[in-house]
T-cell receptor, first 110, second 116 residues
């Protein structure tokens, strides 16, 4: 079945440093979504990428979808303590259900 | 965005009893809802897909007789953990989408189940 791998599992940065999490799918995706889950909370939708090579920005967050539509990345510039949480990618392929990566837990020290 | 409400947020029950968790889409109709289980510091594990008016589709390894799912209306799905045991203690989350494909998933607040 479809597998979505996400790395790293965990990253601890100093406030102001950049952060990137990577997502790779075993199959070509029709779209990829990114979610953020704050400690103790539930996942909240951030963005969806559909087109090959698509790049979208939300303030300090940059999302990319690979040309082959099998990989994606989320980059945060100049992290802040409010960025703390676990970031999940989730891929959709054909008529399958959304498959979540294992997530990257981000810890930001002031 | 759309709202999915999940209740209760926390529940403590005795071993051997059953617990029902409700998931409601408040401002949209959801023909399909999803139930996940999440262990501490781990990802979301899809348990089953709840289909309105028909039987749920369970993922491999999930006991359908233990985790009963009922999707009686377009806005409500329930998950009942039957004869709960301490190993069933976990965080259970539901999600729903307005469309079938290419739409974001809205998550409920989650239910922290503790079986003592």
């Amino acid at each position: 079945g479809q597998q979505v791998m996400q790395i790293p599992q965990y990253q601890h940065v100093q406030e102001g440093e950049d952060f990137t999490t990577y997502c790779n799918s075993s199959t070509t995706l029709s779209n990829i979504q990114w979610y953020k889950q704050r400690p103790g909370g539930h996942p909240v939708f951030l963005i969806q990428l559909v087109k090959s090579g698509e790049v979208k920005k939300q303030k300090r967050l940059t999302f990319q979808f690979g040309e082959a539509k099998k990989n994606s990345s989320l980059h945060i510039t100049a992290t802040q303590t409010t960025d703390v949480g676990t970031y999940f990618c989730a891929g959709l392929s054909g008529y399958s259900t959304l498959t979540f990566g294992k997530g990257t837990m981000l810890l930001v020290s002031p | 965005g759309a709202v999915v409400s999940q209740h209760p947020s926390r529940v403590i029950c005795k071993s051997g009893t059953s617990v029902k968790i409700e998931c409601r889409s408040l401002d949209f109709q959801a023909t399909t809802m999803f139930w996940y289980r999440q262990f501490p510091k781990q990802s979301l594990m899809l348990m089953a897909t709840s289909n309105e008016g028909s039987k749920a589709t369970y993922e491999q390894g999930v006991e359908k007789d233990k985790f009963l799912i009922n999707h009686a209306s377009l806005t409500l799905s329930t998950l009942t953990v039957t004869s709960a045991h301490p190993e069933d203690s976990s965080f259970y989350i539901c999600s729903a989408s307005e469309g079938f494909q290419n739409t974001e998933a809205f998550f409920g607040q989650g239910t922290r189940l503790t079986v003592v």
